[in-house]
């Protein structure tokens, strides 16, 4: 088998065998296959697609080429989240717990974040002395005895992914939906949860602009996942402003916090109904998405969504008394509020910029290897559709220093838009997909 016939294969048109992708996969992962006939392969992907059974041969390929996570030591049925990612995206600090509480595990492997803000683990670092730098054997302990655990992505977790991703990043590559669905679904497939839930993000501050490219990669993503065995659902979000008010780590955190004591609801709260309620009904712990989001309200009201962020916080060596009393988190010296030149009704934000603009703080990070200061970001104050009077602020900077917040504040004032008349409000919830 050669891989120069391989590419001209798919070039053409023709479908790739399951053999034929193994093939590919193996010797890429090895290093017996180079970067530049990889490079054409995934352009002919791009430009000729692959139907489901290439891309699921694609997906278990790629999950095959490392460490695969046996989760049967953990008893019940496992859960997992997936975000194609986001501004001010701390879901998984608000949905993972509210879950756990209402009785399925959560074990759940994540990252770190590069550019806009942090990751998941960024973020959870902000509680003094966390880490999810835990064993395998701490790992399923946890889930089994308080019902949830985060942990970083081991080094052997899909390695191919690692590879391709780096590679498709500067062949312009990325936009490929089958590379796409077997990058996340490899990933998660290889994590070992029974029910995969994902939110899809389109709009100004996610990867998929538009509502039908987020729609296509939701299929395609929840076909993968129930070809492989697993119960799968999809939840189609708007990304044209931020998610929540707060962007930037610790800030992200105390929001989380917030929603989980019922001090805030929005469109952060919903997010978490919706995808919750998606986990419990296809784990078949609730038998309708009404049922399932009373459940999940019920873990507010009665304290024990956040009784397990706490739990998992002391497990991991993080202070849980920063879950109680948020003011122990990191909190950045300086805060400037940003007025409103002039008044109006919030047409647009550009989440992308205001996610920039955290970044720029030192929120996030250009290279994997940049330091992230947990205490800067930003909270907005006004969010799409709402009335602005003169002077009023639009959102907070949280800075290192006077001069840093003072160049964020004007970075702030361009991601927002204002008109004079009412502003219609779109569905936050695009669509469910199952």
């Not at 931020?242 to 105390?254: D, I, M, Q, T």
């Not at 009201?301 to 706490?310: I, N």
Request: aromatic residues 4%; charged residues 25%.
């Amino acid at each position: 088998m050669q891989m120069t016939d391989l590419i001209a294969k798919k070039r053409d048109g023709g479908a790739l065998s399951t053999e034929e992708i193994d093939f590919m996969i193996r010797g890429y992962t090895r290093g017996e296959i180079p970067d530049y006939q990889m490079s054409a392969m995934c352009m002919a992907i791009l430009l000729r697609g692959m139907d489901d059974r290439e891309t699921l041969d694609l997906t278990m390929s790629m999950m095959r080429s490392g460490e695969v996570l046996d989760l049967s030591p953990i008893k019940g049925v496992k859960a997992d989240k997936h975000s194609t990612g986001g501004v001010g995206d701390k879901t998984s600090l608000v949905l993972c717990p509210m879950v756990a509480a209402a009785g399925l595990k959560i074990a759940k492997m994540s990252g770190r974040g590069l550019g806009h803000t942090g990751g998941t683990i960024d973020k959870l670092e902000s509680f003094p002395g966390f880490s999810t730098a835990i064993s395998e054997e701490s790992f399923f302990r946890n889930v089994n005895d308080i019902g949830i655990a985060i942990m970083g992505q081991t080094a052997d977790l899909v390695p191919a992914d690692k590879l391709l991703y780096a590679l498709r990043d500067v062949t312009a590559t990325v936009p490929s939906i089958p590379l796409i669905v077997s990058s996340i679904m490899s990933k998660k497939l290889a994590s070992g949860a029974d029910v995969i839930v994902l939110d899809v993000k389109c709009g100004d501050g996610a990867f998929m602009k538009t509502e039908e490219q987020a729609r296509q990669l939701a299929r395609g993503l929840t076909r993968i996942g129930r070809l492989a065995g697993r119960k799968c659902a999809a939840v189609i979000t708007d990304m044209d402003q931020p998610l929540g008010y707060a962007v930037g780590n610790a800030l992200e955190v105390k929001e989380a916090i917030a929603v989980l004591k019922g001090e805030q609801q929005g469109d952060l709260l919903q997010l978490c109904l919706e995808l919750g309620g998606c986990m419990l009904t296809e784990a078949g712990l609730s038998w309708s998405m009404q049922e399932a989001k009373l459940e999940l309200l019920k873990t507010i009201e009665d304290g024990s969504a956040l009784w397990k962020l706490a739990s998992m916080v002391q497990a991991q060596g993080g202070n849980p008394a920063a879950v109680y009393d948020p003011s122990l988190l990191p909190a950045a010296p300086v805060v400037l509020e940003v007025p409103a030149a002039a008044g109006g009704y919030v047409s647009r934000i550009h989440a992308e910029q205001v996610g920039l603009v955290s970044m720029h703080l030192g929120g996030g990070r250009a290279t994997k290897e940049d330091a992230i200061d947990l205490s800067v970001g930003v909270v907005l104050r006004k969010k799409l559709g709402d009335k602005v009077e003169p002077g009023e602020s639009l959102g907070a900077i949280h800075a290192a220093s006077a001069e840093k917040a003072a160049q964020a504040a004007a970075l702030l004032l361009d991601c927002y838009e204002l008109r004079p008349e009412p502003v219609t409000r779109l569905p936050f919830i695009k669509d469910i997909i199952r």
